[in-house]
């Protein structure tokens, strides 16, 4: 049933200057990205770095990762059982991989095999009611059955009773912080269950402590990880409607169950109907628009990467705007020869052009190509810009590949 | 608020007619209307009902109500404080006015000034939850304070507890048989505190007991008296359900409230979600969407018509096919020419047309023009058929205008 993986494997030494690179201070998924495809791998980024950040108008000198700090989390992995798979390696998700953020490099415990098969997302209350519980319960088992794997993020109530429910057919559970500090401490003694017939997974490094705002991003892969994901039981303005944002960003399907009126926990699930998501009421009402989806393979046009021989990687995301959906060798081959007519590492030209992206940019998020027509500069130099920005940690990233200017009183 | 109603009175002798034209044998509200059309006025069509009947195969003479029959329910009426209201005249109800099927006569004890008002209906479950019931009662309020009679059919359960909610700010029911038969049981005690502040009606003869087949008919009054139908908890295959349909096919909105996947009273509700009904969990998701029809005042571009008159009476229906939206009048004078030129008396030429129309019909249903076109025939000609057909108890009047032939061996 499952495609035959896809993907080169990094080297060890690679292995270790992404791990590095993306360890280091504001060096997210995107960055980390574009700066793999400009500078020609994660060695060179490494070194070029702390220019790049200098530039942007970093205050003090970019934090890059230690070579101890990393040999220090490569030893604690191998200890706890902990393995990195890369973006772009056969093992990686290949519905993780086209999202826009995709983590360069995602710690794993249990079966990778659990990551090549379609998979659905089930999140919801931490306060369900029994109701809530039971359909969660008997969804993860229909989709268990129909050979989905059931992602989730571990939290009591809905995600816990859909891992339980989904054990032998295989689940996904996604860590907000690090594999050595499993959260929430309920979910403690579920995970050795889940990594016999599925996975834990995490992007963040081993020994984080997830923080607030960890849960959003992390939920982001919640629903990468998915062809779908189905919300149950979610008051207003609770993290399952996050998910459920990502999941639309991501084109991916977003369901909801419907509650009762008067039920404070069925306002979030309501009011995504109301936006017009998917109504779940049954297991057929997921498997009548996800099993077609499924079987048109929608990941399966990704092509194999070779990164780290010079040509760039797959990924759509602002400071690449490469679409691989389209024909991707055809584009990467314009981005590579893009690149290669650019002197990168020289950076722009004096530090005129980035004051102007600079002064074009605010708190409003922008899309690159307005700012380009703004700025009256080219693409490419926007987003080099944009980059150096990012190292001095002066950019946010928006919904719709759109960037915004952290406020900051390094300039005045 | 309320518009000046429009239409013109009928003579007591015109009513008296209308009455025992429409208590006749196989004459419904859409052979009624073309009836009267045709014939000039309903004292013409009652003459011309046996021979019509003949005509269209009866085995029997056609049982024309009797006058001293219609003098009994006049009587009875004036007793129980009925008063008969009839399409075109200023108290009809405008949204009913509107519907294809309209009853030609209204029997109605209460206020007309309540049917005057912008109404939504709510209907669904008569074993209800208690949430249900409390929402539907949150509802009705809000629905009445904002200027909203609530429309339903009487059933304990969601019908009635939206009656009482909506008692002061004026409600409907909406009988399935006839006034001096009130049903259900439980409902008469109902009655007197509707009819204080709004109305009680019933297109079936005074002392009409109802049967299982009068149910579905009603419904269709209760979501054309209405700009919308709202379902509060209803099982699959429920009465509520025919209401929505009959109120989507009347153009009209239809909202479901959500509920929960595992209980059996949402699954027809959730249903009608999956089918596009716009999701009603508060009362704004009504307003949203009902406030501004009303500010368009859809049903008063009906003009008022003069029937009795020599001129068709408004409607829009297979047998007429004129449509009140697009410049009523000109249409109307149209048809009127149409008539005008033919002796709609002396039937079609011989049998032939109607044998080969009636050859042409079987039980799946088909629209009068592609029948015109299968047939080779004009469409009055095709209309004519179907009046004589209908006449003699052959015709079944489908969705979307149109018509099927009821199986009979009085041919064989």
Redesign the interface.
Known sequence: MNKKPKGARLSDDQRFDWLRLIRSENVGPRTFLALINNCGGARAALDALPDLARRGGARQPIRVASVEEVEREIALAVKIGVRFVALGEPEYPPALRQIDSAPPVLALRGLEEAMQQPAIAIVGSRNASA??L??ADRLARGLGQAGYTVVSGLARGIDQRAHVAALETGTIGVLAGGHAKPYPPEAVALLPRIEKYGAIVSEMPLEWEPRGRDFPRRNRLVSGLSLGTVVIEAARGSGSLITAKFAAEQNREVFA???????PR??GT?EL??QGAN????LE?VLAIVDPLRERDPFSNLEESPRETGEPLWGEHPLLGVDPAATPRARLGDALDEAAAHDFGAGLEGDVDRRRVEALLGPAPISIDDLARAAELDVRTIRQAIIELDLAGRIEYCGGNRVALIATDAET
Chains 1, 2 share one sequence.
């Open positions: 109701a809530g039971t359909f169950a419907p509650g009762s009126p008067l039920d069925a306002e309501n109907l109301r109504l779940c009421a049954r009402d």
